[in-house]
């Protein structure tokens, strides 16, 4: 899993029937530090409680399609929960 | 697997299900020979590890699925060992 930033929804007219419903976000990768990483995906987020500016972690591949109930619909990323906070190792940062 | 350091526990309270009541460590991801590759990967700890820590990573979907004995379990990344030393 890796750290993301919810920067915006996607709202399509016509979805595959398994993914009627399921909100679809961007998602901006970060860094370690909480900094943008990569090119922003676009997430299926099966906790339906994530909106733009909230930090979450992500999965990908297989794992993504197992988030979603009935599992097994096309995603190849999908939002796994949203971060509260962290506890960092001393001299961490972000 | 991977070879890595904790930096540190995630907090998360809404979730799917399958992560309620499990510890998610942030680790930053080592070379074999123990310098960071800058990399750093979110993981289901199973073995305690705690911070600061260096720990083996297996990042591979089955294996961790066997692991958690959940076979539609969600999960890729879990932490399955602490490392006492590099040879």
């Known amino acids: 899993m890796l750290l993301g930033r919810v920067i915006g929804t996607v709202i399509p007219c ?3 029937e398994g993914l009627r419903g399921v909100p679809m976000l ?29 930090l979450v972690y992500f999965e990908g591949g297989r794992e993504a399609a197992l988030l979603l109930e009935p599992s097994f619909v096309p995603v190849d990323h999908a939002i796994v929960g949203i971060v ?5 190792a001393p001299g961490g940062t972000a | 697997m991977i070879v890595g350091r904790v930096a540190g526990e995630l907090t998360s ?31 289901v700890d199973t073995v305690g590890a705690g911070r600061g820590q260096r720990v083996l990573v297996l990042d591979e979907g089955n ?25």
């Open chain 2, 13 to 43: 309270t809404i979730n799917h299900p399958f992560f309620d009541g499990r510890t998610l460590l942030i680790v930053d991801r080592e070379t074999p020979d123990g310098e960071p590759t800058g990399d750093y990967l979110v993981a």
């Open chain 2, 63 to 87: 294996g961790a699925r066997q692991i958690v004995g959940c076979s539609t379990a969600p999960l890729r990344s879990v932490v399955v060992g602490i490392v006492d030393a590099l040879g």
């Open chain 1, 84 to 88: 509260d906070g962290f506890s960092r």
């Open chain 1, 14 to 16: 016509v979805v595959y």
């Open chain 1, 26 to 54: 961007v998602v901006q990768p970060l860094d370690r530090e909480g900094r943008p990483r990569g090119r922003a995906i676009v997430a299926a987020d099966p906790t339906r409680m994530a909106g733009p500016g909230e």
